[in-house]
DNA sequence: CTCCTCATAAACAGGG
DNA sequence: TCCCTGTTTATGAGGA
């Protein structure tokens, strides 16, 4: 109906006249799902990709719940609560004493500790650790020992038995069935030997056999019991707590400092806003739940036992403790559980370690120290001198440059600088508007336009670019510059981990900018519609933006064309924003795409209205429609690149959006955590 | 202060 | 009926 008035209101007949052509590819495109929705991607690749998201998915949930405790752990030690660290002080002495030299304590005692209150959750959750770990030893050590007193009987009966035919055959089955029950006992043994070794935490000398018993009965001390577990249950504290190591044994530090706030430099805390950014936060917020539970342990939470698939209410923290003892105690399902959880952890760390990885860079790249709220007048002193090496591979399918979906973004994948950089204050950036304001000048390399265009696809970071840009950036980055609805909706999703939350306001969002602004023209076509960019209208739409330097723009245009104003236009936004600075909490490494080209289309967005009253200098750029000869020839960001027509023509784009998006699409508008 | 842009929310309608 | 798409209106923040 509407498709009627739409481009006569809109102002431009001339986008109609695509219709033809892209009707046609748009049953490309069309097929193309389909095959895709039916779970088989056309691509070898995208079967993995999907496979891995899911993963990622899943372990980023995991990771964000870990993730959270740890900051609340970290906040409630650190900044004391009142209410606790006053009592007691001598005992904390022999507490402390016990958990560093290990030895199982009474219920008694321990509920005497729980009582007094003497010790920080995350204190009281180290010592559990080391009890759970201790009583498991000790578990385990009665058993073989059991075991192999039985064997013994076992044998001596046999060799009686060699004289007595019948009994021999009254104990054989017997006999069979220990059998059975050692070497099972063994292989389990052998399975957490190799977690061991695969994490690194016991190291078998070469030359020691793999026997089966002898490890666990004599090879494993207490000490390496108990690091096992704490390395298990707290790696990604221990990691972290390079600055602050009062976190796990530390205890007379953090009981009685009645400190201010730790100013524990990064917080993430991906629910703390609407937009799900990273914040710091104010002390009083958070530390909440922790404080509800001052027996806090790992494993209990919400009178809950959180021993994976359990689930077993527990009244209070004792009933927990004798639930866990009785229940998870060490039997195959434990001890498979406990590998699986290994395995959990364990790929968290790595997830972790890159994203650590790649927040360094991304903050050498920033150069982000301070945090002042502007980054001063001009576009953010973020020039980076950088010279991003292209680190190898990393994983990340960006760094691919050609794959079907990076047509045209060189991506450098990774800085591996191992710079530290400690903000120690980031700014909460709520909701936040972006405009492109003024700034563009500072000219950036293309690596960074790369690092950028990873930074957005995989934090959930709020781009600084209007929806106007980011639709009209989704669009000339088709083949046929033009996309349907949904396939606007899936470029965000593939593009930016922020828009894979909150489906339901941004594409309202989307939706109505579609209609809005004049710029964006809706063609009717045989499958429905799909939506265009008039570049004219959009160049007239905001002339006014670019206040900043004209001369300074002039400069970039004829020089640098696309490349300069984009990533100053980047930068300017950024600044504006006060960097969004933030760890990654989700690493949905999507799939690939080139947010490169995303950022350059987009700023060159917003860059037109800059060359729009002059000459447009951009030749390449999407003739489709209305015939604007507009575009500035995108500069090749990359000398390597330099052949090829730039991203916004490549035409592989369009595949990744179908599979992917879904993903994303269907989460509730405020999902997860919380 | 006004105007403009933009984001967001929401109501509404038509179509599948 | 529900969901998607698309239009429209209202409101408020923020910048010029």
Aim: net charge negative; glycine share 4%.
């Amino acid at each position: 109906m509407m498709q009627e008035s739409g481009p006569e209101t809109k102002s431009n007949g001339s986008a109609i006249q695509n219709g033809s052509s892209s009707s046609s590819h748009l049953l490309e495109c069309g097929s193309l799902r389909e095959v895709r929705s039916n779970g088989e991607a056309p691509a070898s690749d995208v079967g993995s990709a999907d496979l891995a998201h899911v993963q990622q998915q899943q372990a980023l949930q995991v990771a964000r719940q870990l993730l959270l405790q740890q900051q609340q752990q970290q906040q409630v030690s650190g900044l004391k609560s009142p209410k606790r660290n006053d009592k007691q002080p001598a005992l904390q002495v022999p507490v402390s004493v016990a958990m560093m030299t290990p030895q199982v304590i009474t219920p008694q005692q321990m509920q005497q500790i729980l009582q007094q209150q003497v010790l920080s959750p995350q204190q009281l959750q180290v010592l559990l650790q080391q009890q759970q770990a201790l009583m498991l030893q000790q578990q385990l050590q009665e058993f073989y020992k059991k075991q192999q007193e039985q064997l013994q009987l076992q044998l001596l009966q046999q060799q009686h038995a060699g004289k007595q035919p019948k009994e021999l055959q009254q104990v054989a089955p017997q006999q069979l069935a220990f059998q059975q029950q050692l070497l099972q006992m063994q292989q389990l043994q052998q399975q957490h030997l190799l977690s061991l070794q695969r994490q690194g935490l016991l190291t078998l000398q070469p030359g020691q056999p793999s026997l089966p018993l002898q490890p666990l009965a004599q090879g494993m001390i207490p000490t390496e019991l108990q690091q096992l577990w704490k390395e298990v249950t707290s790696a990604h504290t221990a990691e972290e707590t390079t600055g602050n190591n009062h976190s796990s044994l530390d205890l007379t530090t953090t009981c009685v400092s009645s400190s201010a706030p730790s100013k524990t430099s990064l917080i993430m805390n991906p629910h703390a806003s609407t937009n799900g950014q990273l914040s710091v936060h104010t002390p009083k917020r958070e530390s909440l739940s922790h404080e509800e539970h001052p027996h806090s342990h790992p494993l209990y939470g919400h009178g809950v036992c959180k021993w994976p698939g359990c689930e077993a209410v527990c009244e209070d923290f004792q009933s927990f403790l004798k639930h866990l003892n009785s229940e998870h105690a060490l039997d195959d399902r434990s001890t498979a559980q406990c590998r699986v959880q290994m395995q959990v952890v364990q790929q968290l760390e790595l997830q972790l370690a890159k994203d650590k990885e790649r927040l360094q860079a991304m903050m050498t790249h920033l150069h982000v120290k301070s945090t002042e709220p502007k980054a001063a007048p001009q576009p953010l002193n973020l020039v980076s001198s950088v010279t991003l090496s292209k680190s190898a591979s990393e994983a990340s399918p960006q760094s691919l440059p050609h794959t079907p979906t990076t047509p045209t973004a060189p991506i450098t994948p990774n800085t591996q600088g191992p710079s530290v950089i400690t903000t120690t204050s980031m700014h909460t950036v709520g909701p936040i508007r972006r405009r492109y304001s003024d700034k563009y000048n500072v000219p950036i390399s293309s690596a960074d336009i790369a690092q950028n265009q990873e930074f957005y696809k995989n934090a959930e970071v709020r781009p600084p670019f209007t929806y106007a840009s980011l639709i009209r950036q989704a669009i000339l980055e088709s083949p046929e510059k033009q996309l349907t609805l949904n396939e606007i909706y899936n470029w965000f999703t593939r593009m930016f981990a922020y828009f894979r939350r909150n489906a339901a306001t941004w594409k309202n969002a989307v939706r109505h900018n579609l209609s809005l602004h004049k710029c964006f023209v809706r063609v009717e076509n045989v499958k429905g519609a799909v939506w265009t960019v008039d570049e004219v209208e959009f160049q007239k739409r905001r002339p006014q933006k670019i206040s900043g330097n004209p001369s300074l723009i002039k400069n970039m245009q004829s020089s640098h064309a696309y490349c300069t104003p984009l990533n100053a236009a980047l930068q300017a936004s950024m600044a504006e924003n006060s960097i969004p600075l933030y760890t990654t909490a989700s690493m949905g490494n999507p799939t690939l795409g080139n947010l490169a080209s995303t950022m350059r289309e987009e700023l060159n967005g917003a860059m037109e209205h800059t060359n729009s009253n002059e000459s447009d200098s951009s030749p390449g750029r999407s003739p489709v429609q209305s015939g604007h000869p507009v575009h500035v020839k995108e500069e090749p960001l990359d000398p390597e690149e330099a052949e090829g027509p730039l991203s916004l023509v490549t035409t592989a784009n369009h595949s990744p959006d179908f599979d992917h998006d879904r993903d994303y699409e269907d989460e509730p508008v405020n999902e997860d955590m919380e």
